[in-house]
């Protein structure tokens, strides 16, 4: 500010005001976003998002060329897992 203000004082205490009114809503602000339920929030939203960008195509169809490899993977890690647990019940009974 210069010192050649010719503000009347209502006019500096209506801006002290108004500037305490944006400074209250930035802070608001910054603890809504920083609050843990809200950072979860948007990271279930950008992890839903990118999971459907990358198994649907642009018109909303399923991309079976990605989705089947990782149901093949995921039922395979399944039967490991069984097959382990057979084992380990056989070895003890």
Do not use: C, K, W
Request: glycine share 6%; net charge positive; no cysteine.
């Amino acid at each position: 500010m210069s010192t050649s203000d010719n503000r009347s004082p209502q006019q500096i205490e209506s801006d002290i005001v108004a500037a305490r009114t944006r400074l209250a809503s930035t802070v608001d602000q910054l603890a809504y976003r920083v609050q843990p339920r809200t950072i979860v929030s948007r990271q279930v939203e950008t992890t839903r998002t990118s999971l459907f960008n990358a198994t649907h195509t642009g018109d909303g169809s399923l991309r079976l060329d990605v989705i089947a490899p990782v149901a093949a993977a995921v039922g395979g890690v399944l039967l490991m897992a069984i097959a382990v647990r057979r084992r380990r019940r056989r070895r003890r009974g």
